[in-house]
């Protein structure tokens, strides 16, 4: 089992669309969850963090986590094709330390 | 700076050969990131520095692989005898040691052949 899954998609969304970026993670002591975008040839760059159980909303998006069920979500409202990337979910037993990332999922937004 | 730089952004060198690989971190971040990314896969953890010292190498790979930070700013990553599984795009990192995530260099596309 890997420490991070994500589905490598690609998901596909029309524009306007909430499109939903699922992550499980297999590290209880996981403490800290960070969602990066990257688009291609291009370093990741940081989107959102979250550490409590429930929703951190940021503009169109929304990060939701469930540490019970240890699974982290990201809500993209208003779908542009800009938002096309592949997003990558990581998480930390610090929010410090060193990052384990999943593999990413790939987000195509049709105009 | 600005950001965190990285040189060079490309990298070809044969098997065999020594490589450096430099990352100038955000002035003032106290804490410095090297990660390696292979095409399809997110990033690797190789090595974290608080200040001048290696507070976790866990994740570099062999004795091969090596990484520096004298003065607790600029730091390089060293790997001898590189073989063509190295081939990968490594990326650097920074932060403020406080919560919150970091903010990744543009990274080194290194290539063996």
């Known amino acids: 089992q890997k420490e991070v899954e994500q589905n490598s998609g690609p998901l596909s969304v029309p524009e306007g669309a909430i499109a939903s970026l699922n992550c499980t993670y297999s590290d209880r002591g996981s403490q800290s969850f960070f969602w990066y975008r990257q688009y291609s040839g291009k370093s990741p760059e940081l989107i959102m963090f979250?550490?409590?159980?429930g929703d951190k909303e940021d503009g169109r998006f929304t990060a939701q986590l469930n540490k019970a069920s240890q699974y982290v979500s990201l809500l993209i409202r208003d779908s542009q094709p800009s938002d096309s990337a592949t997003y990558l979910c990581?998480?930390?037993?610090?929010?410090?330390?060193?990052?384990?990332f999943g593999t990413g999922t790939r987000l195509l937004v049709s105009p | 700076g600005a950001g965190v730089s990285q040189t060079p952004s490309n990298k070809v060198t044969e098997k065999g050969k020594y490589v450096e690989l430099r990352c100038d971190p955000i002035?003032?971040?106290?804490?410095l990131y090297w990660y390696r990314q292979s095409l399809g896969q997110g990033p690797e953890f190789l090595i974290y520095f608080q200040g001048t010292g290696a507070a976790d190498d866990s994740g570099l790979p062999n004795d091969r692989f090596f990484a520096v930070r004298p003065e607790g700013s600029v730091s390089t990553l060293k790997i001898q005898r590189t073989e063509r599984g190295d081939s990968a795009v490594y990326l650097c990192?920074?932060?403020?040691?406080?919560?919150?995530?970091?903010?990744f260099g543009s990274g080194t596309r290194l290539t063996v052949v």
């Open positions: 979250i550490y409590s159980n």
């Open positions: 990581a998480v930390s037993r610090t929010g410090f330390q060193k990052l384990v």
């Open positions: 002035s003032g971040h106290t804490a």
């Open positions: 990192a920074s932060s403020s040691g406080s919560e919150g995530g970091y903010t």
